[in-house]
């Protein structure tokens, strides 16, 4: 087996919050290595500590001590300026609520992201049409607003904006929660499609459909890895890898 490259690692990352001066621990002295161009699943019961990890990571939210070493740098020593941008050019985010500007057409919104990292309109405004076509939506499309498109077109569009300056990892955190079974099904098929291409992925999910999509899924009970299953990259109607996943869950206690 070929080692892998680390993208990000931490260090005995604790994460808590106080609430009238109880200390509440979400992550205890956890340790962890992403790796890239692995399609890593994050999943355990609610209040586990899923989302909190992944935006420890990321660098949307620091960790109460510890490290996060993401591409070799330690961005939990970083300042606010200097995370913004370290975020901007290294990650992209998909979120279940779609957070783009209703009145701009779905190609201005991917431009916009885009934009922000590099300053060469025509080579971004071509890596968002390729993007567009990847996951299926046409220009007629891309040119409305976003409140002019269904809410699966819309999720489809986030991911483009998510890809757009081509970051070292996308951060998926419950992409499909608030979709139906098709819309999901076309967002997971562009997630992996990415992932096939390449691209590091981090999703968090409760489902287990989404979940199948990765080839590393991590279980995290009280704020603490116990469990965690390697998968080979997805194929479609394997049912190996579902009974694999399944039991790895029921172990799990999910």
């Known amino acids: 087996?070929?080692?892998?490259?680390?993208?990000?690692?931490?260090?005995?990352?604790?994460?808590s919050f106080k609430n009238d001066k109880i200390e509440q621990v979400i992550i205890k002295d956890l340790d962890l290595k992403i790796y890239k161009n692995d399609f890593t699943i994050i999943m355990g019961s609610s209040g586990a500590g899923k989302s909190t990890l992944m935006y420890s990571l990321s660098g949307m939210d620091k960790p109460t001590s510890g490290n996060v070493i993401f591409a070799d740098f330690d961005i939990t020593k970083m300042k606010d300026d200097k995370l913004?941008?370290?975020?901007r050019k290294n990650c992209g985010f998909v979120f279940q609520q779609i957070y783009m500007l209703e009145k701009m057409s779905l190609m201005d919104n991917a431009l916009t992201a885009g934009?922000?990292?590099?300053?060469?309109?025509?080579?971004?405004?071509?890596?968002?049409?390729?993007?567009?076509?990847?996951?299926?939506?046409?220009?007629?499309?891309?040119?409305?607003s976003v409140n002019q498109v269904s809410g699966g077109e819309a999720s489809r569009?986030?991911?483009?904006?998510?890809?757009?300056?081509?970051?070292?990892?996308?951060?998926?955190?419950?992409?499909?929660?608030?979709?139906?079974?098709?819309?999901?099904?076309?967002?997971?098929?562009?997630?992996?499609?990415?992932?096939?291409?390449?691209?590091?992925?981090?999703?968090?999910?409760?489902?287990?459909?989404?979940?199948?999509?990765?080839?590393?899924?991590?279980?995290?009970?009280?704020?603490?890895?116990?469990?965690?299953?390697?998968?080979?990259?997805?194929?479609?109607?394997?049912?190996?890898?579902?009974?694999?996943?399944?039991?790895?869950?029921?172990?799990?206690?999910?």
């Open 1 to 15: 087996m070929n080692k892998k490259d680390v993208i990000i690692q931490t260090k005995k990352l604790c994460k």
């Open 157 to 254: 569009a986030g991911i483009v904006r998510a890809a757009i300056n081509k970051p070292s990892v996308i951060f998926a955190d419950e992409p499909t929660g608030a979709l139906n079974s098709q819309n999901s099904k076309a967002v997971l098929d562009v997630l992996t499609d990415l992932n096939n291409d390449g691209q590091t992925i981090i999703m968090v999910t409760h489902d287990k459909k989404s979940a199948l999509r990765g080839n590393r899924i991590i279980y995290l009970k009280d704020g603490k890895i116990c469990g965690e299953c390697n998968l080979e990259k997805y194929k479609v109607d394997d049912k190996e890898r579902t009974e694999k996943l399944e039991h790895f869950l029921l172990e799990m206690g999910w």
């Open 84 to 87: 913004a941008i370290f975020r």
């Open 115 to 144: 934009l922000l990292v590099d300053n060469n309109k025509k080579k971004i405004i071509q890596n968002a049409k390729e993007l567009f076509k990847k996951v299926n939506i046409p220009e007629e499309t891309y040119k409305k």
